[in-house]
């Protein structure tokens, strides 16, 4: 079982609509949870990055949360645009030693908006 | 401000033949390195990563190695593609282990 569990698999939404996309994972203790967009055949790029302290951290339209007792994150895309259609990775960086620092990458929600 | 560049983007092989990734990083010293592949479905999985000139760390054991001969430069090798070698391999740098990672464009490597 993955320790980072992403879901939808897949979402298609209407251009100017919002979406969320969630992120459950296992991974304890954990030291930050990022979110990463990736274009088809691109390399992603990060949008937010938090620890486990932080609740919400916003970048322009994308908002990402964090409840770290319930282990859940959320990443809501508001007023949806064409240019937002990509796969969205949820990371987890687990915290302590050897194996247990390493990023659990899970495998993505891919989001198409639709004119 | 800085950049990754990786090459090529494209990369068509046979079975049985040697590769060579390399990925440069401009505008930072000293940065973490890393090498990823992409499977088709699945996560990314790290390959390699480097905190230093000389110093690499493997993660998963395969047909593939790497070596950092400069600071700023990430090489990843092969002597002999195999097909499961096939896949999307991703450059990427970071300034710790614990900030955001920036990628580069990937290598679509097909090994036939």
């Known amino acids: 079982k993955n320790q980072v569990e992403q879901s939808p698999q897949s979402l298609i939404i209407l251009e100017g609509k919002n979406c969320t996309l969630q992120?459950?994972?296992?991974?304890?203790?954990?030291?930050?949870l990022r979110w990463y967009k990736q274009d088809t055949g691109r390399g992603p790029v990060s949008l937010t990055i938090?620890?486990?302290s932080e609740n919400t951290k916003s970048n322009g339209r994308y908002t990402a949360t964090l409840d770290a007792d319930t282990k859940q994150s959320s990443l809501h895309i508001t007023a949806s645009q064409l240019s937002d259609s990509a796969s969205y990775i949820c990371?987890?960086?687990?915290?302590?030693?050897?194996?247990?620092?390493?990023?659990?990458w899970g495998l993505g929600t891919s989001l198409a908006v639709n004119p | 401000s800085q950049t990754i560049h990786q090459w090529p983007a494209t990369l068509v092989q046979p079975v049985g033949s040697p590769l060579s990734l390399e990925c440069t990083v401009e505008?930072?010293?000293?940065?973490?390195l890393y090498w990823y592949r992409q499977a088709a479905g699945r996560g990314l999985q790290l390959l390699f990563y480097?905190?230093?000139?000389?110093?690499i760390s493997s993660e998963v054991p395969q047909n593939l190695s790497a070596s950092r001969p400069q600071d700023r430069q990430f090489i990843l090798s092969s002597k002999k593609l195999l097909l499961s070698d096939s896949g999307f391999y991703l450059c990427?740098?970071?300034?710790?282990?614990?900030?955001?990672?920036?990628f580069g464009q990937g290598t679509r490597l097909t090994v036939v």
């Open positions: 938090m620890t486990f």
């Open positions: 990371v987890v960086r687990g915290l302590g030693a050897g194996n247990n620092r390493k990023l659990i």
């Open positions: 992120c459950n994972y296992t991974v304890s203790p954990f030291s930050n």
């Open positions: 480097s905190v230093g000139i000389g110093q």
């Open positions: 505008g930072t010293s000293n940065p973490n």
């Open positions: 990427a740098w970071s300034v710790s282990e614990n900030t955001e990672a920036f």
